[in-house]
């Protein structure tokens, strides 16, 4: 069966420093991967998505980026973070092929940013 | 755009009753729409997938319908449990170019009191 994990879990990080957020799935090869954020008294907003290696689209200027070292790694970063950088952050896959999959969320990693 | 809204934003109820929570979105050309819940500080667990030819779904006491050319859909919870407490988030995935990533309404908070 197919697992997704994210880590950390939860993270505190003062407004100036660097981020980087891990989201690895198992079980499954070439899935579609993407990653929402969550702030405070808002909806989901989709961050970044990635069709494969290096594919890495953005849907949202802002002072994120994200990677895809491997078929099964997605990697939220930031140089310097700001306060609105704070939320909760999802990392989820898709089967590769086919819009009609269901997507599957990781448990989240907590931001705060202070 | 995609616009998906949830009504109502919160929902308290006794243990026991029956009840509809209610999803719209703007553009009906979908590929599908998803139900998922989220506990407090948690992921999200998908609880039905309804693909734009279908009309409802269903698991064990929840029933989803979708009216896509009025750009509806419903979450029906029968005989309500304080285990259904949580928030209920609708997302659809439109047709375009292979992004397939999910839009989400803000949510329906529900307390299911003992």
């Known amino acids: 069966s197919q697992t997704i994990h994210q880590w950390p879990a939860t993270l505190v990080q003062p407004v100036g420093s660097p981020l980087s957020l891990e989201c690895t799935v198992e079980?499954?090869?070439?899935?579609?991967l993407y990653w929402y954020r969550q702030a405070a008294g808002r909806g989901l907003q989709l961050l970044f998505y990635?069709?494969?290696?290096?594919?890495i689209s953005s849907e949202v200027p802002q002072n994120l980026s994200a990677s895809r070292p491997q078929d099964r790694q997605f990697i939220l970063s930031s140089k310097k973070l700001l306060l609105s950088d704070s939320g909760f952050y999802l990392c989820?896959?898709?089967?590769?092929?086919?819009?009609?999959?269901?997507?599957?969320f990781g448990p989240g990693t907590r931001l705060l940013v202070l | 755009k995609q616009e998906v809204t949830q009504i109502p934003a919160a929902l308290s109820v006794p243990e026991g009753e029956n009840l509809v929570l209610n999803c719209s979105f703007t553009?009906?050309?979908?590929?599908?729409l998803q139900w998922f819940r989220q506990d407090p500080g948690k992921g999200l667990t998908s609880l039905l997938l309804?693909?734009?030819?279908?009309r409802e779904q269903t698991s064990g006491r929840l029933n989803a319908s979708l009216d896509k050319s009025s750009g509806r859909s419903t979450l029906y919870i029968a005989a309500s449990q304080p285990g259904d407490s949580a928030t209920y988030l609708c997302?659809?995935?439109?047709?375009?170019?292979?992004?397939?990533?999910?839009?989400f309404g803000s949510g329906t908070r529900l307390q299911v009191q003992p």
């Open positions: 989820a896959w898709r089967a590769g092929t086919g819009g009609w999959k269901t997507q599957y």
């Open positions: 079980g499954t090869s070439n899935p579609n």
């Open positions: 990635s069709v494969g290696i290096g594919q």
């Open positions: 553009d009906s050309a979908i590929y599908n």
């Open positions: 309804i693909q734009s030819s279908q």
């Open positions: 997302a659809v995935v439109n047709w375009d170019t292979g992004r397939r990533a999910l839009t």
